[in-house]
């Protein structure tokens, strides 16, 4: 059990790009979350997984915003047309049982300037 | 609907004080509720959890009782140490199709020698 990683672990982007974030959960969970953590606040949830199936999204989520676990292994989070409140960290997390712990990924630090 | 309330910080304590850092939350039923914590420039670890009403959750020095009758877990530690500096986060999962998790704002801690 090598635990949640995440790539890239920094990224630094110009407003207008476009940025793709990855997540590899733990292999035998399948669900898989995305969540949003701005300085000085705690995570706010983004979008959920259940192997392949995106089946939940925040109001967070806006059309720039999406994700994708297309083998329900490994999924990705893309931004389009970034804005500079797009900077945050964004944390990934999984699980292999409902209610139960949900292990997090050391995240992805995003700075639009 | 579903939330936990935490304390605000920033705390700061002398090495070997006594630790308490507040959380209540509110839900409709029981849930399991979980402390996490978030060493400087880490992802979120989980600290400990408990999973009924009187259950007594407890990790590296750490406790926290989950207290029906004041909708409480409050996180506690006898003797803190410089180590234990870092932000730490209540949440609970809330019901629904992914159960992701409500996070608190968080409160940062910092022990000094």
């Known amino acids: 059990d090598t635990g949640v990683s995440q790539d890239p672990r920094h990224k630094i982007t110009k407003r207008g790009q476009n940025v793709t974030f990855r997540c590899d959960p733990i292999?035998?969970?399948?669900?898989l979350y995305w969540y949003r953590q701005t300085l000085g606040q705690g995570p706010e949830f983004l979008t959920y997984?259940?192997?392949?199936?995106?089946?939940?999204k925040s109001r967070l989520l806006s059309d720039r915003f999406s994700a994708e676990r297309p083998k329900g292994s490994f999924s990705t989070l893309e931004i389009q047309r970034t804005e500079q409140g797009d900077s945050a960290m964004y944390l990934c997390?999984?699980?292999?049982?409902?209610?139960?712990?949900?292990?997090f990924g050391p995240g992805t630090r995003l700075t639009v300037t | 609907g579903d939330s936990v309330t935490q304390m605000e910080g920033p705390v700061t304590l002398s090495e070997e004080a006594f630790l308490t850092i507040n959380c209540t939350y509110t839900?409709?039923?029981?849930?399991?509720l979980f402390w996490y914590v978030q060493y400087p420039g880490e992802g979120l670890q989980l600290l400990l959890k408990?999973?009924?009403?009187?259950d007594k959750g407890s990790n590296k020095g750490f406790e926290a009782t989950y207290r029906k009758e004041t909708t409480s877990f409050h996180l506690e530690k006898g003797s803190v140490q410089v180590s234990d500096s870092a932000v730490y986060f209540c949440?609970?999962?809330?019901?629904?199709?992914?159960?992701?998790?409500?996070f608190g704002t968080g409160t940062s801690l910092t022990v000094i020698p």
């Open positions: 997390a999984s699980s292999g049982d409902p209610l139960k712990e949900q292990y």
């Open positions: 949440a609970l999962p809330l019901v629904g199709t992914g159960n992701q998790f409500y």
């Open positions: 408990a999973t009924k009403a009187d």
């Open positions: 292999s035998e969970h399948n669900r």
């Open positions: 997984f259940q192997n392949e199936a995106q089946l939940e």
């Open positions: 839900a409709t039923g029981y849930p399991s």
